[in-house]
Antibody, heavy 123, light 107 residues
Framework: EVQLVESGGGLVQVGGSLRLSCVAS????????MSWVRQAPGKGLEWVSS????????FYADSLKGRFTISRDNSKNTLYLQMNTLRVEDTALYYC????????????????WGQGALVTVSS | DIQMTQSPSSVSASVGDRVTITCRAS??????LAWYQRKPGKAPKLLIY???TLQSGVPSRFIGSGSGTDFTLTISSLQPGDFATYYC?????????FGQGTRVEVK
């Protein structure tokens, strides 16, 4: 059974940093692209970032470039999202999602999701 | 970025009803569209990809159709576990973008 379990969420002040983790099980992690998708309160889903199975290719939403960094440790079956210089508008539930399709061309879908980690940025 | 517009934003329905949700892309995306179901406190679930292909394990009452810019998700006979919010997502180009969601609630 595919499982994705996020952790690392919490309350942080504007300008602070936080690192989210997502531990995967039930599939060959190193062969799977992975993504982070977020949902702000009262808003829809927003793609944040994706990474290839090897970690050699990464993609980011334009609005987040330079502040967020996606990475993975295939020896630990773990996906990370390092979030720096956090803003109030980064407050959201952050989902980890297994990603399938052609990552380079952007032809991707999210076929398994975790339950999310809540990040609250306070002013 | 490709904008995805869903309608309606919410629909009230009863068990057994046929429910149809529409998703429109701001430009043509061929059949590169996925549908997801999200329930409060639960992980979102992929229902349909490539506009009409049912994800493994998803009941056949979920039917996807469309191509180009206009797509629909139909629940042929609403079941108690189907009350949830549904999202479309274009998978045609970066960045992947989602519709704003359609909440299916109890009438």
């Amino acid at each position: 059974e595919v499982q994705l379990v996020e952790s690392g969420g919490g309350l942080v002040q504007v300008g602070g940093s936080l690192r989210l983790s997502c531990v995967a099980s039930g599939f060959t992690f190193s062969s799977s692209a992975m993504s982070w998708v977020r949902q702000a309160p009262g808003k829809g889903l927003e793609w944040v970032s994706s990474i290839s199975g090897s970690g050699g290719a990464t993609f980011y939403a334009d609005s987040l470039k330079g502040r967020f960094t996606i990475s993975r440790d295939n020896s630990k079956n773990t996906l990370y999202l390092q979030m720096n210089t956090l803003r109030v508008e980064d407050t959201a539930l952050y989902y980890c999602a297994r990603t399938s399709g052609d990552l380079v061309r952007g032809l991707i879908k999210f076929d398994f999701w975790g339950q999310g980690a809540l990040v609250t940025v306070s002013s | 970025d490709i904008q995805m517009t869903q309608s309606p934003s919410s629909v009230s329905a009863s068990v057994g009803d046929r429910v149809t949700i529409t998703c429109r892309a701001s430009q043509g995306i061929s059949n590169s569209l996925a549908w997801y179901q999200r329930k409060p406190g639960k992980a979102p679930k992929l229902l349909i990809y490539a506009a009409s292909t049912l994800q493994s394990g998803v009941p056949s009452r979920f039917i996807g159709s469309g191509s180009g810019t206009d797509f629909t998700l139909t629940i042929s006979s609403l079941q108690p576990g189907d009350f949830a919010t549904y999202y479309c997502q274009q998978a045609n180009s970066f960045p992947p973008t989602f519709g704003q969601g359609t909440r299916v609630e109890v009438k």
